[in-house]
């Protein structure tokens, strides 16, 4: 048994040329679940709601939430 916290949510800082897949796939090895990061952030930071946020071609610097990683904590 790991002695390891459970973390609920880690926030990521969107680096230049990340997508929401790649960091999906940095924190769950799986880019599909990309919605699961978007809908979390969607609904914690009022950025997102512009409508001109897309969700595969993100500036640098905003803040994603990430729920639940299981991987890339490093």
């Given at each position: 048994m790991?002695?390891?916290?459970?973390?609920y949510?880690?926030?990521?800082?969107?680096?230049?040329?990340?997508t929401?897949?790649?960091i999906?796939?940095?924190?769950?090895?799986?880019e599909s679940?990309?919605?699961?990061i978007?809908?979390?952030?969607?609904?914690?930071?009022e950025?997102?709601?512009?409508?001109?946020?897309?969700?595969?071609?993100?500036?640098?610097?905003i803040?994603?939430?990430v729920?639940?990683p299981?991987q890339?904590?490093?």
């Amino acid at each position: 048994m790991s002695n390891a916290p459970i973390l609920y949510q880690v926030e990521h800082t969107v680096k230049p040329g990340e997508t929401l897949c790649t960091i999906a796939l940095r924190y769950y090895g799986d880019e599909s679940r990309w919605r699961d990061i978007y809908k979390v952030t969607m609904m914690q930071q009022e950025l997102l709601q512009q409508e001109d946020f897309e969700p595969h071609n993100m500036p640098a610097g905003i803040v994603v939430v990430v729920p639940y990683p299981t991987q890339g904590l490093d």
